[in-house]
Nanobody, 127 residues
Framework: QVQLVESGGGLVQAGGSLRLSCAASGRTFSSYVMGWFRQAPGKERDFVAAISGSGGRTYYRDSVKGRFTISRDNAKNTVYLQMNSLKPEDTAVYYC????????????????????WGQGTQVTVSS
């Protein structure tokens, strides 16, 4: 079992920055690919970014490349999402996710393949 708790959301003006954190329980955290997803009102939950267990590989959706950075600190069992140059269209509830089956070759960007989810944190970007 893995428990995930997000924090760091809030209200920010366009062009601003936020850093989201996701604290995970469990001794095997460093072996899990971790993902960030987001869900805007009335829309499906979309993939944002993912990072390998070691932190050596990352992957982003096109619309956040160059603005968002995913990282992790395995000593603290925490994954981060640094979000810069925020836009109103980034407004959503952001979720972190984990699953031992997910890899960079299978299921990385699909929310259907992650079993463990946090409760979400609201990010609102005003124009």
């Amino acid at each position: 079992q893995v428990q995930l708790v997000e924090s760091g959301g809030g209200l920010v003006q366009a062009g601003g920055s936020l850093r989201l954190s996701c604290a995970a329980s469990g001794r095997t955290f460093s072996s899990y690919v971790m993902g960030w997803f987001r869900q805007a009102p009335g829309k499906e939950r979309d993939f944002v970014a993912a990072i390998s267990g070691s932190g050596g590989r990352t992957y982003y959706r096109d619309s956040v490349k160059g603005r968002f950075t995913i990282s992790r600190d395995n000593a603290k069992n925490t994954v981060y999402l640094q979000m810069n140059s925020l836009k109103p269209e980034d407004t959503a509830v952001y979720y972190c996710a984990a699953d031992p089956r997910v890899s960079f070759t299978a299921g990385l960007t699909s929310d259907k393949t992650y079993d463990y989810w946090g409760q979400g944190t609201q990010v609102t970007v005003s124009s």
